[in-house]
């Protein structure tokens, strides 16, 4: 349960301090807080929230408003290239995002992506729709999940002989996808409970 103090909003795990948010959008905390790895990853995601909280809070303050026939007010523009816009509006639960197509002669919008508070989300699709970056340079979570099983298998089995750098090189791979894909370990433990499935399945 969160409870504010003064201008900070203090942030419990299990009923136990774990950091505050500052006014300003700062996370502070104390050391005697952060004591396993538990808790250093749970401060670690508070922070990695206030930091995308407060990167689109900056840009909503600033964005001109986005005028398109038959377009409700409050949406803001957030990005536009190529014939695309990445908007937000402001409503009861936060900031919701969306991808449009121009339509019209830029009067209007068109095709919209809708992804609520899914700020990540919507600035990939953006990148793409607009062009930014091809669809077939980003793997899905699904796939980098895979990639990471078939490293750890490189680097922990006794399946191929590697030199250094690229012992190396397949661990920063591995870092990689832990930073883009949170749920990672819950996602390793389905794909294994699957293959178990399968396997036992085989052998009835």
């Given amino acids: 349960m969160d409870e504010v103090h003064t201008d900070r909003l203090c942030i419990l795990l299990d009923g136990s301090p774990l950091c505050e948010v500052t006014g300003s959008g700062g996370v502070a905390y104390h050391n ?76 209007g919008v068109c095709h919209g992506h809708y992804f609520m508070e899914n700020y990540a989300g919507a600035k990939q699709d953006f990148a793409i729709r607009s062009g930014l970056i091809q669809k077939e340079q980003l793997f899905t979570p699904e796939q980098m999940t895979e990639i990471y099983r078939c490293c750890a298998d490189s680097v922990d089995g006794d399946f191929f002989e590697l030199t250094g750098e690229q012992e190396k090189m397949i661990r920063s791979v591995q870092q990689q996808i832990e930073e883009c894909v949170p749920d990672l370990d819950e996602r390793i433990r389905q794909q294994e409970e699957a293959l178990e499935q399968v396997a036992q399945q085989q052998t009835m």
């Fill in 32 to 107: 005697e807080d952060i004591y396993e790895p538990e808790r250093i990853a749970a401060k670690d995601k508070v922070y990695e929230i206030v930091r995308t909280t407060a990167e689109y809070m900056r840009q909503m303050e600033t964005a001109p408003a986005l005028k398109a026939d038959g377009l409700e007010n409050g949406y803001k523009v957030l990005a536009d290239f190529n014939g695309t816009v990445l908007a937000g509006v402001q409503s009861k639960h936060g900031v919701h995002f969306v991808t449009w197509d121009w339509a019209y002669g830029h009067t």
